[in-house]
């Protein structure tokens, strides 16, 4: 059965620097979504991303976050200077259609540590 | 905005018995979607059930069920006939296409432990 896939599975990273998240979403959907869940929170929606552009976005996701889809499978998630709050588990997940009730599909996440 | 409710951090049941988690939330919505999502340990979450709120009729897959009490703004899951590998964090999740477009709304999640 097709699966959401996620690399890696834990990044560490120093404050300030970069990292890019990445997730390969079922071949055949056409929305993608990113998540967060900080430990002991609950799972908080970042942004979903339909046809090479943003479709809505939370607060979270400010101009520190940016999302691309670089070719015809990978979607990524960048964050261009983290920070301590950043570290988190980062979900992606796609869906086959955007309506509201359509199932959502999760990779199993990447652990982000920032020291 | 819209708010869900786990209230049960973890839970516990013996393997072939029912168990039930609780979730409530909070919305002015009359149309949304319900679910109920399930983690086992260092796996992906996958969908266990769907309610339309529009729909009186409880879901039911297999030996998953919900309540959903629609004026309670309540949606517990119903497990029957456990099973060691129900063993999960389970996340109840809420969707309205008036307020919140395609994204979900998480509870805090309720780590159930079936025990053999």
């Known amino acids: 059965e097709p699966e959401v896939t996620q690399t890696p599975s834990h990044q560490v990273t120093q404050m300030g620097q970069e990292v890019i998240l990445r997730c390969v979403p079922i071949?055949?959907?056409?929305?993608f979504y990113w998540y967060r869940q900080i430990l002991g929170q609950k799972v908080e929606f970042l942004v979903s991303f339909y046809n090479n552009e943003i479709s809505e976005k939370s607060e979270i996701f400010d101009d520190q976050f940016s999302v691309e889809r670089p070719d015809g499978s990978n979607f990524t998630l960048k964050i261009r200077s983290t920070k301590l709050e950043d570290s988190a588990m980062y979900f992606c997940?796609?869906?086959?259609?955007?309506?509201?009730?359509?199932?959502?599909?999760f990779g199993p996440g990447t652990r982000l540590t920032v020291l | 905005a819209q708010t869900v409710t786990q209230s049960q951090p973890e839970m516990s049941v013996q393997e072939a018995e029912t168990v039930t988690l609780s979730c409530t939330y909070d919305?002015?919505?009359?149309?949304?979607?319900l679910f109920w999502y399930k983690q086992p340990p260092s796996r992906q979450m996958i969908l266990v059930i769907r309610?339309?709120?529009?729909?009186?009729q409880n879901a039911t897959e297999n030996r998953f069920s919900v309540n959903f009490q629609k004026a309670a703004k309540s949606f517990s899951l119903k497990i029957s006939d456990s099973q060691l590998g129900d063993t999960a964090m389970y996340f109840c999740a809420f969707v309205s296409e008036e307020t919140s477009g395609s994204r979900l709304t998480f509870g805090e999640g309720t780590q159930l432990t079936v025990n053999p």
């Open positions: 919305t002015s919505e009359n149309n949304y979607y």
């Open positions: 997940a796609s869906s086959l259609r955007g309506q509201v009730g359509n199932e959502q599909f």
């Open positions: 071949s055949n959907h056409l929305y």
């Open positions: 309610q339309e709120a529009y729909k009186q």
